[in-house]
């Protein structure tokens, strides 16, 4: 008996260094599903870009700086070569990942991250390569966006990557945290605070909004954002929508069509961490776009998916945005271009919810900003 005893213990601790989790699932019921809640893979530190393969595996960045394969039983891979170095102090590191939308032949993944410049600046990036055949390495890494210009700070780097119906890439930004920078939002010479365009390559598309203003950098789609860190393709109108971390108060979701300006700093529904207006208090301006939805208290957003699935025909077209400092997964019920309810999920676990995904069999995915990060599975219960 003691030998089980202890051969059942080593195999736990063995199983917990590679990375798969140990069985653990609840069942939850909610206003129109009813899931099972299972820890798919732990020992992430600080995991922040999800992106799931049509076979069911997952690629998942940790913000240190590497990039790592997840089997469908919740190993873990090691590190994948070729990650460029990364910035991770303060809100820096290696960010996000997506798939290229031929990724199932030409293996094609795009990563974003906090680029060091040598000198102490930095700035958000993005980077192309292929994955290998094994899923080891990315062959050929190439940077395909660079934000201009480089500052010296550690926040609000964004950064999400988002492909549109026709191939597209969309790269979301911060505008680097400081007052000193802030402006920069509204300087279309700058892409601190913008939503940029660009095609796979990193060359600008056509039908850039601001690609023949004088001045301008021909990447922007759109400007006046605070730090945009969750951003999907709506399937019902093929449009961009993002949302943004506010101050305090004030997140924000929007609809990024072509040239619009979102208006931070000059607009707010939140306030300054020191308890002072944002420019004076105002909300509204004219030329400015408000957005369709805020919440203040905040909720912290990162990572959001349109729910498309078959598993929970209770949530089909249904908007999932991760919490942070919600510690949950909200659920937004749409009505055309209108959020018309909201439901919070998951929020009894008290974890940060950092990226948001869709399995190929329709179950949702997300992982948890924590030293000890987790995949975890909602599947219908």
Known sequence: MMMRIMWRTSLLVALVMLGAAPARSDTVSSEAARFTVEEVATGLEHPWGLAVLDDGRMLVTEKPGRLRM?????????????????DSRGQGGLLDVALDPEFASNRL???????????????????????????????????????KPKVTSTGHYGSRLVFDGSGNLFVTMG????????????????????????????????????????????????????NVQAAAINPASGELWTIEHGPRGGDEVNIDRPGLNFGWPLVSYGINYDGSPVNKGARTMAGVTPPIYQWTPVIAPSGM?????????????????????????????????????????????????????????????????????????????
């Not at 469908?72 to 070569?81: C, F, H, L, Q």
């Not at 909004?209 to 004088?214: E, L, N, Q, W």
């Not at 950092?354 to 599947?379: F, H, M, W, Y």
């Open 70 to 86: 997840i089997g469908k039983d919740g190993e873990v891979g090691p590190p994948i070569k070729g990650v460029p170095e990364v």
């Open 109 to 147: 993944i795009y990563l974003t991250f906090s680029q060091p410049d040598g000198s102490g600046r930095n700035g958000t990036a993005a980077l192309r390569g292929r994955l290998s055949d094994d899923a080891m390495a990315l062959v050929d890494p190439t940077i395909i966006f660079a934000q």
């Open 175 to 226: 505008e680097r945290q400081q007052e000193r920078f802030r402006g920069q939002a509204q300087d279309l010479g700058s892409h601190l605070g913008k939503v940029v365009r660009i095609r796979p390559d990193g060359s600008v598309p056509a039908g850039n909004p601001f690609a023949s203003k004088a001045g301008a950098l021909p990447e922007i789609w759109t400007y006046g954002h605070r």
């Open 305 to 381: 998916i349109f729910y498309s699935g078959a598993a929970f025909p209770g949530w089909q077209g249904n908007l999932f945005v991760g919490g942070l400092a919600a510690g949950a997964l909200v659920r937004l019920v749409l009505d055309g271009d209108r959020i018309s309810h909201e439901e919070r999920l998951l929020g009894s676990r008290g974890e940060r919810i950092r990226d948001v995904a869709q399995a190929p069999d329709g179950s949702l995915l997300v992982i948890t900003d924590e030293s000890n990060g987790k995949v975890v599975r909602l599947a219908p219960g």
